[in-house]
């Protein structure tokens, strides 16, 4: 079992530990945040350790490191994080779920976190520090480039180019062929039929209210 660290320690952190834990090569010895976060010493019985003297206590070389920060800034805390640890010279360490379809070859780069029921269709690559959530679709030919959050039950078509650090959120369509820019927000339900600009917010249309309530309906 190889040594891990895991950087965060809220609800990111609490999945990536059982994840890596139950279904992975990897055991986990530490968690680690920058010290002003330290708020107790120990999480799931394991020391909670400064980041700013992580390499004093589990040294390069003998440990890897996870960033398990989610979609904060528009990605740009967990970007922050993995440069910073890829500075000290860390390697980052994937989850790729054993319940996920992988036909890319392995095409995913590090600090990625793919969760079950994803399917990624052949001739697909993966950037660094991707999170890819249960249950998405990711189309053959297509390129998602580093530090993106894909939520979950999205489909993304074939032959999709997504730029770095955008968010896609739950049952998103991508049609296939289109370019996504750089630090986009596709919203929950969009469906998005052509190119999207960067650092563009697309949002799909909520269901409204019925005017009828439920105590008016019959066949119910």
């Not at 398990?68 to 805390?77: D, F, P, Q, R």
């Not at 640890?85 to 779920?97: D, M």
């Not at 079950?116 to 998405?136: A, M, R």
């Not at 039929?193 to 960067?198: F, Q």
Request: glycine fraction near 10%; proline fraction near 3%; hydrophobic fraction near 40%.
């Amino acid at each position: 079992m190889k040594p891990l660290v895991i950087f965060g320690t809220g609800e990111a952190a609490h999945l990536a530990y059982y994840y890596f834990s139950s279904d992975s090569d990897y055991q986990v010895v530490a968690f680690t945040v920058d010290s002003a976060y330290v708020k107790a010493d120990e999480l799931f019985g394991l020391p909670v350790v400064p980041f700013e003297g992580i390499a004093n206590q589990y040294p390069v070389g003998g440990n890897d490191l996870f960033i398990a920060i989610g979609y904060a800034k528009l990605n740009e805390l967990r970007k922050t994080k993995y440069l910073a640890a890829r500075a000290l010279g860390y390697r980052l360490a994937s989850y790729v779920s054993s319940h996920a379809t992988i036909l890319n070859q392995g095409m995913i780069g590090d600090n990625c976190f793919v969760l079950e029921d994803n399917t990624i269709q052949p001739f697909t690559v993966i950037g660094n520090n991707v999170t890819l959530w249960s249950g998405n679709h990711i189309g053959h030919h297509s390129i998602i480039h580093d530090h993106c959050f894909i939520t979950s039950h999205v489909v993304i078509s074939g032959g999709v180019e997504i730029g770095e650090a955008c968010f896609i959120g739950v049952n998103a369509t991508l049609r296939d062929h289109i370019r996504v820019g750089e630090r986009c927000v596709i919203g929950a339900g969009t469906l998005l039929l052509s190119d999207a600009e960067a650092q563009g917010v697309y949002i799909g249309q909520a269901t409204e209210r019925s005017r009828a309530p439920s105590n008016r309906l019959k066949k119910i």
